[in-house]
């Protein structure tokens, strides 16, 4: 995703860029997975990850919401600056895309001109286990 090696906390984690506090760092599956295992005390994998959010496991909600949060945010951004007429994004994470998240915030707006000249195709891929 264009963006993702942006830095969108000071002072945040290390990204692989060599920057702190990326996009990165904070909605991807290995940033999720990285702070829940912190947090918890033991090694989780991002299928775990993934089973706590379909459970609804409070300990996973409050990482959920923030990266859905910081997705939203970057997902906006990339549409209203260059209104693409496919957005691609892809992730272990998006298997619980259908899984409740939080309300949209007024303060990541996609704006209607976007959708003026064209229509966007949000394209997702899916990983599923072999």
């Known amino acids: 995703m ?6 969108c906390e000071l ?6 860029c060599g ?7 904070v909605e991807s599956d290995t940033s999720i997975t990285r702070v829940l295992s912190d947090r918890v005390n033991r090694k989780v994998n991002i299928e775990e990850v993934v089973e706590m959010i379909r459970q609804r496991d409070p300990i ?3 990482l959920w919401e923030k990266t859905c949060r910081y997705l939203g945010v970057a997902l906006a951004t ?3 600056t260059f209104n693409p007429s496919d957005l691609f994004v892809h992730g272990r994470l998006l298997e619980c895309v259908d899984e409740p998240s939080p309300r ?15 229509p966007l195709n949000v394209l997702r891929k899916i990983y599923h286990r072999r």
Do not use: K, W, Y
């Open 11 to 16: 002072d945040g984690l290390p990204c692989g």
């Open 2 to 7: 264009p963006g993702s090696g942006a830095s």
């Open 104 to 118: 949209p915030h007024s303060h990541t707006p996609i704006h209607p001109h976007c959708f003026q000249r064209n």
């Open 60 to 62: 996973v909600r409050h």
């Open 19 to 25: 920057n702190r506090g990326c996009l990165e760092t």
């Open 78 to 80: 990339v549409i209203n």
